[in-house]
């Protein structure tokens, strides 16, 4: 039994008194490069992390639900009938936004409730896509017990769409995408308007390198603020240009765009499709084995996120800068923005002094002290 399983089956065992059916678990994820793209139908390239979100569950003869985690192990009760209303809050919503998504999906509503214990060590609003994880590991535990036969694909749509509707957070679908694809060592490349995905070797271990992660400890939320107003000045733009999506604008259409747009939104714009050619860059550099090609193009698109997207915060940027003072092959900010973490591709022999050298820079400007720490690529989310 692994940490995640011991903890939820005891958790199980003492709030419902019983063992459950099984176990399941799904990672979270970090970004490696392609932030905003996915709303935009454009290209993403992150990896599932060895953090995740495990659940026990036994299905039920009745319609009711019990929930608990591991984080104030209290007993929330719901049924059927509420969740087919939308009637649902607090943590809650994300098991019961996947429950109900899966019937808004496959058109049938779930006939049978279920007890569920969760217990996840993704750090909880760190931009390391938690609520993916537990969107997940519940997708994946139902698919299994009520023998729905979804696809991954399906699963990553059903976790969106109860992330989208029932959280209220308009984000797109990489984060469950990267849960639910990803695979040990290689990070998960995905268009976000086919969800075709191809998993991309990363090389990291045999290069000598690690992915240090590190988290500002900056609060941010998708539901409201600036995730909102950049997604909408995308469509505006896309709009615009006559174009579907920002994915159907390649960097030739710029100059056009600069001539159509506003400055702010041109800005937006220019974002987008630079970094979706970063995002096929990148691919072409990984399969091409050129690690140090790859990090340049983290530098530029954490340089648009910060210039052009306008979505960094002093203190990430302060972690690229001293990242990329210290020899990091490639840094930059990862996930929505506004806060969160940043990432640093380094030789593993300079990651502690990196981190110690921020956990400096940070105390020096009084802020919150930074929690870093490695992250390996894993496999995606399944039974235990
Ligand atoms: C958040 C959202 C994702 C994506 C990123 C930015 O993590 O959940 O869908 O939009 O921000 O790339």
């Known amino acids: 039994m692994t940490a995640g ?5 005891a958790l199980f065992g003492r709030a419902f008194g019983s063992a459950p059916a099984g176990f399941w678990r799904a990672p979270g994820r970090v ?16 990896f599932a992390i060895d953090r995740a979100t495990t659940v026990a569950v036994t299905l039920r003869d009745d319609s009711r639900i019990r929930l608990v985690s591991t984080f104030d192990g209290v007993v ?40 569920v214990a969760v217990d996840s060590d993704v750090p909880v609003g760190a931009g390391l896509s938690s609520s993916a994880a537990i969107e997940m590991a519940v997708a994946v535990a139902l698919n299994d017990l009520l023998g729905l036969g979804l696809t991954r694909a399906d699963l990553a749509r059903i976790g969106r769409r109860a992330e989208n509707i029932a959280v209220g957070a308009p984000t797109g679908i990489m984060d469950q995408s990267a849960s639910v694809f990803g695979q040990a060592d290689a990070a998960v490349f995905l268009d976000c308007r086919t969800l075709a995905v191809e998993q991309v070797p990363l090389g ?3 290069a000598g390198l ?8 900056v609060e941010h939320q998708h539901a409201t603020g600036g995730y909102r107003d950049r997604r909408e000045a995308c469509e505006r733009g896309a709009a615009a240009m006559g174009v579907p999506a920002l994915r159907d604008l390649t960097i030739d259409d710029l100059p056009r765009a600069q001539q159509h747009l506003d400055p702010v939104t041109y800005r937006r714009v220019k974002h987008i499709v630079t970094e979706d050619a970063r995002v096929l860059a990148s691919v072409a550099a990984l399969k091409a084995g050129d690690l140090h090609r790859f990090g340049t193009l983290m530098d530029a698109s954490h340089v648009s996120m910060r210039d052009d997207f306008e979505i960094s ?43 110690e050298r ?11 002290e930074p929690v870093p720490f490695t992250v390996r690529p894993s496999d995606g989310a399944g039974a235990v």
């Open 358 to 368: 921020v956990r400096q820079v940070f105390a020096d400007h009084g802020w919150h």
């Open 31 to 46: 970004n490696l490069i392609g932030e905003h793209t996915d709303y935009n139908d454009g290209f993403v390239l992150p």
């Open 204 to 206: 990291f271990d045999a």
């Open 76 to 115: 929330v009760e719901s049924d059927l009938d509420r969740v087919r209303r939308r009637d649902f809050d607090g943590w809650a919503a994300y098991p019961l936004g996947v429950l109900w998504a899966i019937g808004e999906h496959t058109g049938r509503a779930p006939e049978r409730g279920f007890d």
């Open 210 to 217: 690690v992915l240090l992660v590190i988290d500002t400890k």
């Open 313 to 355: 915060v002093p203190q990430l940027d302060a972690v690229v800068e001293t990242a990329q003072a210290a020899g990091a092959i490639g840094a930059r900010m990862t996930g929505g923005g506004f806060g969160g973490c940043a990432i640093a591709l380094v030789h593993a022999q300079d990651a502690e002094p990196l981190a």
């Open 5 to 9: 399983t011991e903890a939820v089956a």
